[in-house]
């Protein structure tokens, strides 16, 4: 039975914790289960087995490799924030993404471990790696990773992940109202904004932190 609020991914991670302890009578490595629910890295199993002790559907001793206890409740064991990374976001020209109605509850391709209260009152954040330089007087570069929050409502100056309807295509610029159209302004003064109707643009989020990229 499906679990509520748990992603089809953390419902496939915790069946398969139960089943494999059920049959052995002592729990999975993190590694045994990426191999068997194919998950790309084990930063992503991780991250998954965070929400399920969070929601308290599972208990961990991290100074054991196999200590993993299902439980059944509801407990918040957050000692900080983990932000799933769910691709790139283009600062330069709008690039095309693939799944981008999904990006709120996409698999991460990476997690980020930020200390408690980084974010303040920011909720359900996620974050995308930024390519190109659109961005760079804003301390924006290529490689730097921003952390979005989804919202409502945005103030002109704010910068966005703006979702093009019409050219199914995303980029991360400052948001400006201008009549029937919208500007979306680069923070590099090599390049110029780009116009769009207010009916073909979908506002993602808003950049509420930027991580440096010190590599």
Known sequence: MAKKGLTARQQQILEF???FDEERSYPPTIRDIQQACNISSTSVVDYNLHILER????HR?????RGIEVLGGSMDTRAGTRVPVLGYIAAGEPVPVPTQESWGTAEPVDVLDLPQGFLRKAKNVYALRVKG??????????GDVV?????DSVQDGD???AWLQAEKEVTLKRL??????IRLQPANSTMDPIYV???????????VAVIRNTI
């Open 176 to 181: 400006y109202r201008e009549g029937d159209r």
């Open 147 to 151: 952390i979005v929050e989804p919202v």
């Open 55 to 58: 929601e308290g559907y599972i």
């Open 133 to 142: 330089t659109s961005m760079i007087d804003a301390l924006v570069d290529d």
């Open 61 to 65: 001793d991290r100074e054991v490799s």
């Open 17 to 19: 914790i139960q089943r």
């Open 159 to 161: 910068m966005v992940v």
């Open 197 to 207: 109707d207010t009916a073909n643009i979908e506002v993602q989020g808003k950049v």
